[in-house]
Antibody
Framework: EVQLVESGGGLVQPGGSLRLSCAAS????????MTWVRRAPGRGLEWVSI???????YYADSVMGRFTISRDNSRNTLFLQMNSLRVEDTAVYYC?????????????WGQGTLVTVSS | QAVVTQEPSLTVSPGGTVTLTCGSS?????????PYWFQQKPGQAPRTLIY???KKHSWTPARFSGSLLGGKAALTLSGAQPEDEAEYHC???????????FGGGTKLTVL
């Protein structure tokens, strides 16, 4: 059974940093496509970032230059380093992943971790 | 940047049929946008129902189906059940899968 478990969320002041983790079991992070999606209060889902094979990485304009996606294959874990956080980054952050195909990227989802950016 | 549009809310009677749509500001939605449909209930993570326009996962109830309809992606629910009351999100791919854009979501009420 595939399980993705996010952690690292919490309360942070504007301008601060957080690193989210997404630990996988029954699934190999390094051999699949992985992505981060968020949902802000009262808003819809927003795609954040994606890492394909060969380390091809892309970001939404809203986080470009502030967020960095990465993975540690030895720990079978996906990360999202979030810097220069803004109030509007407040959201539940989900990791998702699937086999190496653009039609399977969002097969599996974690339960989410809440990030609150507030002074 | 592309904007993806969905109906904000829809209502369907139990046992009834409803179609949710997903449009793109850049033009007709095609299979090249790799349309996805997700179901999300309050306090839960999204769950993928449809991928690649029409394909279903093993966990997708048979009453859900995906298609292209009038230049949009569509999710049709035939024989609505009370447990189908949820928010439904579509997702489209742009620029060779370098950019993914969600629609605003459709809140579906079964009443």
């Amino acid at each position: 059974e595939v399980q993705l478990v996010e952690s690292g969320g919490g309360l942070v002041q504007p301008g601060g940093s957080l690193r989210l983790s997404c630990a996988a079991s029954g699934f190999t992070v390094g051999s699949n496509y992985m992505t981060w999606v968020r949902r802000a209060p009262g808003r819809g889902l927003e795609w954040v970032s994606i890492i394909y094979s060969g380390e091809n990485i892309y970001y939404a304009d809203s986080v470009m230059g502030r967020f960095t996606i990465s993975r540690d294959n030895s720990r079978n874990t996906l990360f999202l380093q979030m810097n220069s956080l803004r109030v509007e980054d407040t959201a539940v952050y989900y990791c998702a992943g699937g086999e190496i195909s653009v039609v399977h990227i969002f097969d599996y989802w974690g339960q989410g971790t809440l990030v609150t950016v507030s002074s | 940047q592309a904007v993806v549009t969905q109906e904000p809310s829809l209502t369907v009677s139990p046992g009834g049929t409803v179609t949710l749509t997903c449009g793109s500001s850049t033009g007709p939605v095609t299979s090249g946008h790799y349309p996805y449909w997700f179901q999300q209930k309050p306090g839960q993570a999204p769950r993928t129902l449809i991928y690649d326009t029409t394909k279903k996962h093993s966990w997708t109830p048979a009453r859900f189906s995906g298609s292209l309809l009038g230049g949009k992606a569509a999710l049709t629910l035939s024989g609505a059940q009370p447990e189908d009351e949820a928010e439904y999100h579509c997702l489209l791919s742009y620029s060779g899968a370098r950019l993914w854009v969600f629609g605003g979501g459709t809140k579906l009420t079964v009443l």
